[in-house]
């Protein structure tokens, strides 16, 4: 195998099992774009600076995109003895174009180098991952416009309390989902920062220019102190605890829709692509792929308690303990947008069934609040419309009828206030309607609601 390039200290070879204990090529050669990338930069700045010739640089660039073009063709080959993507690189680009190569490490550390690459993927990826929401959102904007009168029973303990409409409750996941994209972007501001130059703890000797190199990667600025550019991973567990806030709306809507779609609710049907069988049980429709995002879920959070741990007891700098950040991070990024897309692609393709949600809200006395309301428009006081109303509902539970299948008469037995209109306000559509102010659940609340939703989307 090729030598190490930092063989020259040691007198005997690595141990053969720690050669592959402490390599990282396995999984970090995922970053080799922005690994290439961040060097073409340096190899930029230092030609820029009067440090490399410029045929050094013309050959060091010329190679690097040689080698990117190789990794993408499938012509190259990874190496343990190698360790990382880093010295891979390095050692192919020398093979490649001699003695130029070895000056490309000028002014630099592996230290600072897997620092700018991992925030240079991170960054392209939240940018992913927004893109990702933003479909998500649209799709439930669509769904919450189809469905913006139709009446849903809304829960509290998951019992039937008051109707709301199918499409308020679908601005409620989006409210959420808003706040994940803002969460994400203003992690990304902090992302976006530059440690190269920091090389491996304590700057360099050589006259580099930090903020250009900065400008050619697209960050807003290099990092203020050299130490802490090379050892925080803040920004990591930061997005990571945005990731994990964003599975946990995924796994609460993915329950709903588990709740929604069985037979006792029967509120929605999920679509076929998107629910699988049983080996044994013929007549069964199961719906694996919300159950999958809401186990994917506790993934996410195992990954963030393991990065804060990673980090708690590191002295500065850089210690090897960071290698291990990289794991958790692909692997949040990966089942992350795997399940926005899946998630996107399922609702598109939801059905709701509009008798069921209307038969549901009838079962539960979910317009008793409005009689009670209207008993205080007529006078009483909230506290004995409140009694009285209690006292009608436990006549329809005896009598085994909603509030509305009560006559005009039994309805008078409890207050002489109550006149003929009161059917207008036990009716469902005339309990929605009523909470006709911003942020409630009638119709044409949650239209404005959505013509909001779509500006905000639309204008960032
Ligand atoms: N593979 C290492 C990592 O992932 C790269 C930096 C190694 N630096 C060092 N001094 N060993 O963090």
């Excluded at 991992?118 to 904007?141: M, S």
Aim: glycine share 6%; aromatic share 6%; net charge negative.
């Amino acid at each position: 195998s090729m030598a190490k390039p930092w063989a020259g200290r040691f007198n005997e070879p690595t141990d053969a099992f720690v050669e592959a204990f402490t390599a990282s090529v396995g999984f970090d050669h995922r970053l080799y774009a922005w690994d290439i990338e961040g060097s073409i930069a340096h190899a930029n700045m230092l030609a820029d600076q009067g440090i490399l010739t410029d045929a050094e640089r013309a050959v060091i660039v010329e190679g690097l995109m040689t080698i990117r073009a190789r990794i993408e063709e499938g012509d190259f080959t990874w190496s343990v003895p190698l360790e990382d993507v880093h010295m891979n690189i390095e050692t192919a680009l020398t093979a490649a174009i001699g003695d130029a190569g070895k000056k490309l490490h000028t002014g630099r550390s592996r230290n600072d180098q897997v620092a700018t690459d991992i925030r240079l993927w991170l960054r392209a990826e939240i940018d992913l991952i927004r893109q990702d929401l933003d479909r998500l959102q649209e799709i439930l904007l669509a769904l919450a416009e189809r469905e913006a009168a139709t009446i849903l029973p809304g829960f509290t303990h998951l019992q039937v309390a008051q109707p709301v409409t199918f499409g308020h409750h679908m601005m409620a996941w989006i409210e959420m989902l808003a706040r994940d994209a803002e969460r994400l972007a203003d992690c990304r501001r902090r992302v976006n920062v530059m440690p190269l130059g920091a090389a491996a703890l304590a700057g360099t000797t050589f006259p580099i220019d930090r903020h250009a190199t900065a400008r050619m990667l697209g960050f807003d600025r290099p990092a203020e102190n050299s130490l802490d550019a090379v050892s925080d991973r803040d920004f990591a567990i930061e997005f990571m605890a945005a990731a994990a806030i964003l599975m946990m709306h995924l796994s609460r809507f993915s329950e709903e829709l588990i709740l929604w779609s069985s037979a006792q609710f029967g509120f929605v049907e999920l679509s076929d692509g998107f629910c699988t069988g049983s080996s044994i049980m013929p007549q069964k429709k199961n719906p694996d792929v919300p159950e999958l995002v809401r186990g994917k879920t506790g993934r996410i959070f195992g990954h963030l308690m393991a990065l804060l741990t990673l980090m708690k007891g590191q002295p500065l700098a850089y210690n090897k303990d960071n290698q291990e950040d990289k794991e958790p991070l692909f692997d949040a990024v990966d089942n992350l947008r795997g399940s926005l897309r899946v998630f996107a692609d399922m609702m598109a393709a939801v059905t709701c069934r509009p008798d069921r949600m209307r038969a549901a809200a009838r079962q539960g006395f979910a317009t008793a609040t409005d009689l009670a309301d209207y008993l205080v428009r007529k006078g009483v006081p909230f506290r004995d419309a409140h009694e009285i109303v209690g006292r009608t509902v436990a006549l329809a539970v005896r009598e085994g009828c909603d509030l509305a299948d009560l006559t005009l008469d039994q309805l008078q037995g409890f207050s002489a206030l109550i006149e003929a209109d009161v059917f207008d306000i036990l009716s469902l559509e005339g309990s929605v309607a009523a909470r006709d102010h911003f942020g409630g659940t009638a119709p044409a609340q949650v239209r404005a609601a959505i013509g909001r939703a779509r500006e905000r989307l639309g204008s960032r």
